[in-house]
């Protein structure tokens, strides 16, 4: 069982900044990469940012320059560092890991944490 745990949203005003945490528990036997969506109301989950296992970042056009992946290997967590947050920025938040799990080490699986709701007011 791996369960990935979200914290750190909530309410902003626009220029305000935020940070979000999500730490990956259980029967883990790598973890790939681990990212950060998105999912605004009446839109697709986008892509936010991703950090490989060796620290290459990668992160959308809409949100560099103000938003920051950390990933700690050792404590099977990645941060994402909201800055100068816009109203746009509003949406559900999801952390994911492609991990493979002591039962199946040749499988890689996506994981999703449960969201975390960051609003941004104007």
């Known amino acids: 069982q791996v369960q990935l745990v979200e914290s750190g949203g909530g309410l902003v005003q626009a220029g305000g900044s935020l940070r979000l945490a999500c730490a990956a528990s259980?029967?883990?036997?790598?973890?790939?990469?681990m990212g950060w969506y998105r999912q605004a109301p009446g839109k697709q989950r986008e892509l936010v940012a991703v950090?490989?296992?060796?620290?290459?970042?990668y992160s959308a056009d809409s949100v560099k320059g103000r938003f920051t992946i950390h990933r700690d290997n050792a404590k099977k967590t990645v941060d994402l560092q909201l800055n100068s947050l816009k109203p746009e920025d509003t949406a559900v938040y999801y952390c994911?890991?492609?991990?493979?799990?002591?039962?199946?080490?040749?499988?890689?699986?996506?994981?999703w944490g449960q969201g975390t709701q960051v609003t941004v007011s104007s």
């Open positions: 994911n890991a492609r991990i493979s799990t002591y039962q199946y080490k040749a499988v890689i699986s996506d994981f």
């Open positions: 950090i490989t296992g060796d620290g290459t970042t």
């Open positions: 259980g029967s883990i036997f790598s973890i790939n990469a």
